[in-house]
């Protein structure tokens, strides 16, 4: 295991269990769940084969009773042309007793890659990059002398065949992850923990998520352009779209600026389980995931996206074509045909009841989010929301929300 360790700091702000169950009665008149409905008209097509205007109590009902032991705080935006809706429940911040503001800014952790997969196809476009040419070519020795050719396309849909890495940020340790949270390896660095480590199968020849193909992108990104892959994206994505809610952070700039949702990890000390307070961390997932932004700013993305604004045709159909082989693992892929591939080239499909949607979900410690939408725009969702612990099972909130936004 290859492990950084950047400087320490001072604990986080913590607030005991049973302060913060204390909090939330005392302010659950000022913190019930709030939500906002607009129903409007599809814009095209036969009304009759749409969703209809969001369920606002089926909604409303998905994200009740917060805060709980396993999740402080969400907050779900619902919008398409058949209509809006957007929701919160629980705390955005224990300390203060405050319900999360619908335009709070958080941490997106690998929906981070959706922007990635956009530069990159943009500079596909461009003939700048190839789809088909390793990125041995375009980084030489970035991977160790012995891989074999890995193509831009095999990173972009994850089937490089790549190692996993551990570069040792501790996210399965929420007290080692709280003393370490400022630590900030470098993508050169995170590239580098592949030496001494062996492929995990051929490229191409199965799918298997892996933050480090999303790592060398980035990389590939600042080498074609000769620019840095913040200024790439803010030029080809966030401006464009006027996301003003959106950024990557420098990877010394640990706060989340402007309204925020407060982020927190159930640390036990001595016996005690406390709830400290992870909103500052390190954004060193980079290309990876280390984003941040807001639900607003995610609807506006995917519909810029479903609408051409990003990309041309050819390059968004990529983003929507699932390579036809097995998915290695059974930690993804697992909402539609088990055990084969879900991800395309920066979106992955999910079927939910019948109703197959695309965009990626994303997390960091405190914070789970995901943006997805139906093929034709009548449906977009975005939800985020505050988890006290990397290894809580909180699949069954999410599928409840998306059920509630696809029923």
Same mark, same amino acid.
Request: proline fraction near 7%; glycine fraction near 12%.
């Given at each position: 295991?290859?492990?950084?360790?950047?400087?320490?700091?001072?604990?986080?702000?913590?607030?005991?269990?049973?302060?913060?169950?204390?909090?939330?009665?005392?302010?659950?008149?000022?913190?019930?769940?709030?939500?906002?409905?607009?129903?409007?008209?599809?814009?095209?097509?036969?009304?009759?084969?749409?969703?209809?205007?969001?369920?606002?109590?089926?909604?409303?009902?998905?994200?009740?009773?917060?805060?709980?032991?396993?999740?402080?705080?969400?907050?779900?935006?619902?919008?398409?042309?058949?209509?809006?809706?957007?929701?919160?429940?629980?705390?955005?911040?224990?300390?203060?007793?405050?319900?999360?503001?619908?335009?709070?800014?958080?941490?997106?952790?690998?929906?981070?890659?959706?922007?990635?997969?956009?530069?990159?196809? @943009?500079?596909?476009?461009? +003939?700048?990059?190839?789809?088909? @040419?390793?990125?041995?070519?375009?980084?030489?020795?970035?991977?160790?002398?012995?891989?074999?050719? =890995?193509?831009?396309?095999?990173?972009?849909?994850?089937?490089?065949?790549?190692?996993?890495?551990?570069?040792?940020?501790?996210?399965?340790?929420?007290?080692?992850?709280?003393?370490?949270? !400022?630590?900030?390896?470098?993508?050169?660095?995170?590239?580098?923990?592949? #030496?001494?480590? *062996?492929?995990?199968?051929?490229?191409?020849?199965? @799918?298997?998520?892996?933050?480090?193909?999303?790592?060398? $992108?980035?990389?590939?990104?600042?080498?074609?352009?000769? +620019?840095?892959?913040?200024?790439?994206?803010?030029? *080809?994505?966030?401006?464009?779209?006027?996301?003003?809610?959106?950024?990557?952070?420098?990877?010394?700039?640990?706060?989340?600026?402007?309204? *925020?949702?407060?982020?927190?990890?159930?640390? &036990?000390?001595?016996?005690?389980?406390?709830?400290?307070?992870?909103?500052?961390?390190?954004?060193?997932?980079?290309?990876?995931?280390?984003?941040?932004?807001?639900?607003?700013?995610?609807?506006?993305?995917?519909?810029?996206?479903?609408? #051409?604004? $990003?990309?041309?045709?050819?390059? $968004?159909?990529?983003?929507?074509?699932?390579?036809?082989?097995?998915?290695?693992?059974?930690?993804?892929?697992?909402? #539609?045909?088990?055990?084969?591939?879900?991800?395309?080239?920066?979106?992955?499909?999910?079927? =939910?009841?019948?109703?197959?949607?695309? %965009?990626?979900?994303?997390?960091?410690?405190?914070?789970?989010?995901?943006? !997805?939408?139906?093929? &034709?725009?009548?449906?977009?969702?975005?939800?985020?929301?505050?988890?006290?612990?990397?290894?809580?099972?909180?699949?069954?909130?999410?599928? %409840?929300?998306?059920?509630?936004?696809?029923?």
């Amino acid at each position: 295991m290859l492990t950084f360790r950047g400087a320490s700091r001072a604990g986080g702000r913590a607030v005991s269990v049973a302060t913060a169950a204390a909090v939330a009665v005392a302010v659950a008149a000022a913190v019930a769940p709030a939500a906002v409905a607009t129903p409007t008209v599809a814009a095209t097509g036969d009304a009759a084969t749409g969703f209809g205007p969001p369920d606002a109590a089926a909604l409303q009902a998905s994200i009740s009773g917060l805060p709980n032991p396993v999740i402080t705080g969400s907050l779900v935006d619902v919008d398409g042309t058949d209509g809006s809706w957007n929701g919160v429940s629980g705390l955005g911040d224990v300390a203060r007793g405050t319900a999360p503001a619908p335009d709070s800014r958080f941490r997106i952790g690998s929906v981070t890659k959706v922007f990635t997969a956009i530069v990159t196809l @943009q500079l596909v476009a461009e +003939h700048r990059i190839s789809l088909d @040419q390793s990125i041995q070519h375009y980084l030489p020795g970035v991977l160790p002398a012995g891989f074999p050719p =890995i193509t831009v396309a095999q990173l972009l849909d994850h089937t490089s065949g790549l190692p996993g890495v551990d570069v040792g940020d501790d996210e399965d340790d929420p007290a080692g992850f709280v003393a370490h949270r !400022f630590d900030h390896p470098t993508p050169a660095q995170v590239e580098a923990a592949l #030496g001494g480590l *062996r492929m995990s199968f051929a490229p191409g020849a199965e @799918q298997q998520y892996n933050g480090i193909n999303y790592y060398l $992108l980035g990389s590939l990104v600042e080498k074609v352009t000769g +620019h840095s892959y913040a200024s790439e994206v803010a030029r *080809r994505v966030i401006r464009p779209l006027g996301l003003s809610d959106t950024e990557v952070p420098a990877a010394t700039d640990y706060r989340i600026h402007g309204p *925020r949702l407060h982020g927190y990890l159930a640390v &036990d000390t001595n016996g005690t389980t406390r709830l400290v307070d992870v909103t500052r961390q390190s954004p060193y997932p980079w290309a990876e995931g280390g984003m941040i932004s807001s639900a607003r700013d995610l609807d506006t993305l995917m519909k810029g996206l479903l609408a #051409g604004r $990003l990309l041309p045709s050819a390059e $968004l159909d990529d983003m929507f074509t699932v390579p036809d082989v097995a998915y290695l693992g059974t930690n993804q892929c697992r909402l #539609g045909d088990p055990g084969r591939a879900c991800f395309g080239m920066g979106l992955m499909s999910a079927t =939910i009841d019948g109703v197959t949607v695309w %965009g990626k979900t994303g997390s960091r410690p405190g914070y789970t989010d995901g943006v !997805f939408a139906t093929r &034709d725009g009548r449906r977009i969702l975005v939800y985020a929301f505050t988890p006290t612990s990397e290894s809580a099972n909180t699949n069954p909130f999410v599928l %409840g929300v998306a059920r509630a936004a696809l029923g």
